[in-house]
């Protein structure tokens, strides 16, 4: 005689499926799946392992995430600990906002790329970086401006890329646009130290910062962006500590938020301050912008007590919607 299984029995079958599944439920959770999809998961999973129908796999491509960075200045060492950071948390992407340490003009600079490579390499990540006011922008795009990958990205090295001003992408659905460069407050010293030194352009670089033509050139193309990655503060943005509000430094300021009020980003994350905060840009109806600045390497902080991971947040991409985290504990 065929035994009966009640509808009553088959759900505490589920229910004991579920509990004796915890350790693979943390583990989907961990991968991007919601709680009620990785429970999902489990009972289609138990479905055909018992016969009673097709096991079909939520069609679902995971979030993807990408560790966001501040200031590294070359520093070997926070550029390491920021690889680590990403591998610990499974991320394959780390986006440098800036003052990258760029600097093929002296052999340090050489030696610094490629150690990047090899431990980005080592860790199965990939490394991009925008321009600062303190990167070789023009020796840069002078060796990479024909080594473009299939994103548009500049191809540094094959684990570095670098994201050239204006430049457009889109990860997960989510709208990216990368603003490199910023004014240098230390200008007249680097010069200086150069005319010692007997090398110009090897401290400042002519091309530290944009115009007013290349940002209205970018904003030829005003399809609004969700995401505005740059070096530079935009102007309406109000940290509670900020070296760089010299008259000067406002120009560029002023360009980064005439793209802010044109592009209308959920979301602008920039370093070059050396200082964490977080701000609100108030546009009419709710259209906001979220401000997220980055603090620096260790080596170039001017705040304490030095928050180590105030130089990074992770940023979620999930179908066009963002999420983004400050501490390496949350997600």
């Given amino acids: 005689m065929a035994e009966v299984v009640t509808g009553e029995e088959e759900r505490l079958e589920r229910e004991r499926v579920l509990g004796r599944g915890q350790y693979l439920r943390q583990l989907l959770i961990a991968d991007g799946f919601s709680p009620q999809e990785a429970n999902e998961f489990l009972t289609h999973l138990h479905d055909a392992l018992q016969?009673?129908?097709?096991?079909?796999?939520?069609?679902?491509?995971?979030?993807q995430h990408v560790l966001l960075a501040g200031d590294v200045h070359a520093n070997l060492r926070h550029m390491r600990y920021l690889i680590e950071v990403a591998k610990a948390k499974n991320i394959d992407r780390i986006f440098q906002l800036g003052d990258f340490g760029y600097w093929e003009?002296?052999?340090?600079?050489?030696?610094?790329?490629?150690?990047?490579?090899?431990?980005?390499?080592?860790?199965?990540?990939?490394?991009?970086?925008?321009?600062?006011?303190?990167?070789?922008?023009?020796?840069?795009?002078?060796?990479?401006?024909?080594?473009?990958?299939?994103?548009?990205?500049?191809?540094?090295?094959?684990?570095?890329?670098?994201?050239?001003?204006?430049?457009?992408?889109?990860?997960?659905?989510?709208?990216?646009?990368?603003?490199?460069?910023?004014?240098s407050v230390d200008k007249a010293q680097r010069l200086a130290w150069e005319k010692s030194r007997?090398?110009?352009?090897?401290?400042?670089?002519?091309?530290?910062?944009?115009?007013?033509?290349?940002?209205?050139?970018?904003?030829?193309?005003?399809?609004?962006?969700?995401?505005?990655?740059a070096h530079d503060k935009p102007l309406n943005s109000r940290p509670g500590w900020n070296r760089k509000d010299l008259s000067g430094c406002l120009p560029n300021q002023r360009r980064l938020q005439r793209a802010c009020d044109a592009l209308a980003p959920k979301l602008f994350v920039h370093g070059?301050?050396?200082?964490?905060?977080?701000?609100?840009?108030?546009?009419?109806?709710?259209?906001?912008?979220?401000?997220?600045?980055?603090?620096?390497?260790?080596?170039?902080?001017?705040?304490y007590p030095y928050v180590r991971e105030d130089s990074h947040l992770i940023l979620r991409l999930d179908d066009g919607s963002i999420t983004h985290s400050t501490r390496l504990g949350e997600s």
């Fill in 105 to 183: 003009h002296e052999p340090a600079g050489v030696e610094y790329l490629d150690q990047v490579q090899a431990l980005a390499e080592a860790a199965g990540v990939t490394v991009y970086f925008l321009d600062g006011n303190h990167d070789n922008l023009s020796l840069l795009l002078d060796k990479y401006q024909d080594c473009v990958d299939e994103e548009g990205f500049l191809k540094v090295r094959e684990r570095i890329r670098y994201a050239p001003r204006g430049h457009r992408w889109t990860w997960a659905g989510v709208r990216f646009i990368a603003l490199g460069g910023a004014y």
């Fill in 198 to 229: 007997g090398k110009p352009e090897s401290l400042w670089f002519p091309q530290e910062q944009m115009t007013d033509d290349d940002m209205a050139r970018i904003l030829l193309d005003n399809t609004p962006v969700d995401v505005i990655l």
């Fill in 272 to 303: 070059h301050l050396h200082y964490r905060y977080s701000d609100q840009l108030i546009y009419p109806g709710e259209l906001n912008t979220t401000v997220e600045g980055l603090t620096c390497d260790d080596e170039a902080t001017e705040t």
């Fill in 51 to 63: 016969g009673k129908g097709e096991f079909k796999r939520l069609v679902r491509k995971r979030p």
